[in-house]
């Protein structure tokens, strides 16, 4: 398997994710594009930002992409995440995945945001009209 | 012993800085640590859950701290 992980200050670019995932053994490709909503709990939402401890934040990135050549058979795995401060429309999250078959494809994908989410040292701050918060940091 | 500690997220928040020094006990453990932690920023206990990394990895509660451990203070993650 193919991989492609990184963590970047500047906005993704997701016609380039999709030209690096694009394999001719591949029956399919799965995307997610993570983006950024306009409100949470009807709360207008001004930006987010987002900081990571980089060194450990790729390691875990490794983990997944070793879990997902162990789970799933995939040719190429692609996970990239932004950090900085993002806007209403901005994409902080793409994860790309070629596969045979599209079983495979959905499931490398779905495994692959679902456990950046649990494991991956990034962390969000959401920036609304009259205050701010960690997500996820308190009950 | 005077160990760094790096702070994210909320944690760098509550800790007023993106690294301190903070003296914790010689072959004290990552348990240690939080409680010496908590006493100091009494505002951790009120997270859902924090961890520590030794050397970027997630440490377990009984792992002992040496000297040139790189130590983080990883609040829980909300990437994507």
């Not at chain 2, 012993?1 to 003296?23: Q, R």
Request: aromatic residues 8%.
């Amino acid at each position: 398997m193919k991989t492609d992980l990184s963590i970047s200050d500047k906005p993704l670019e997701l016609q380039a994710c999709i030209d690096w995932v694009k394999d001719n053994e591949a029956g399919g490709i799965d995307i997610f594009i993570g983006t950024v909503r306009r409100s949470t709990n009807k709360k207008k939402v001004v930006r987010l930002e987002f900081e990571c401890y980089e060194r450990m934040a790729l390691k875990e990135m490794e983990k997944i992409a070793t879990e997902i050549g162990e789970k799933f058979p995939v040719q190429k795995l692609l996970i990239h995440h932004r950090t900085g401060v993002l806007s209403v429309g901005d994409i902080p999250v793409i994860i790309a995945v070629a596969a045979p078959h599209r079983d495979a494809a959905f499931g490398a994908c779905r495994y692959a945001i679902d456990t950046l989410k649990e494991t991956v040292p990034i962390w969000k701050k959401e920036i609304f009209e009259d205050g701010e918060v960690w997500v996820a940091a308190h009950p | 012993m005077k160990v760094e500690i790096l702070a994210f997220g909320i944690a760098k928040e509550i800790a007023g800085a993106p690294s301190f020094y903070f003296e914790i006990e010689e072959g004290g453990t990552v348990n240690d640590l939080k409680q010496q932690l908590e006493k100091t920023f009494p505002r951790l206990k009120a997270l859902s859950s924090y961890r520590i990394a030794l050397d970027s990895e997630f440490a377990g509660e009984g792992q002992s701290i040496h000297h040139h451990s790189e130590i983080a203070i990883i609040p829980p993650v909300s990437g994507g």
